[in-house]
């Protein structure tokens, strides 16, 4: 998987990025599969390389556009939200953070498989894991 956010909310992208893509052009080859997570952020410079690749036909790099496909997953019940994590606060607490982000900056809740800081997500995230939480899915 290449590209995406990283944990602080910087780009994940790196000089090793479009190397790992322009290797994969040189080669032709049809393994490995090349993931690429991209966003409104993406480079126009890194999505030339990837559509470079995708020009081959082999079948890659799928791409993932975290602002599209991942909002849109449990609607068709692709994935199940995980449970809140660690301190497993109380609905209250979750609202309050939406309301007052800066008294619950180390707020941690479990977002498909990764840990995130709560008031980081945006609010239809933080919605769906407050509805989850309230209804226990």
Not at 36 to 56: K, P, Y
Not at 99 to 123: A, I, K, M, T
Request: aromatic share 6%.
């Amino acid at each position: 998987m290449l590209g995406g956010v990283r944990r602080d909310g910087r780009s994940g992208v790196n000089p090793l990025t479009a190397m790992v893509l322009r290797v994969a052009r040189a080669v032709a080859l049809i393994d490995p599969k090349i993931n690429l997570r991209v966003d409104r952020h993406t480079g126009l410079e890194l999505l030339a390389v990837a559509a470079e690749l995708t020009r081959l036909g082999l079948g890659f790099p799928q791409y993932a556009n975290d602002e599209v496909v991942i909002p849109g997953l449990p609607r068709f019940r692709a994935i199940r939200l995980p449970a809140v994590a660690a301190k497993h606060p109380q609905c209250g607490d979750l609202r309050d953070a939406q309301r007052h982000p800066e008294l619950h900056q180390n707020l941690v809740v479990r977002v498909w498989g990764w840990s995130r800081y709560f008031c980081e997500l945006d609010e239809a995230y933080q919605n769906q894991i407050i509805g989850r939480h309230i209804y226990g899915a």
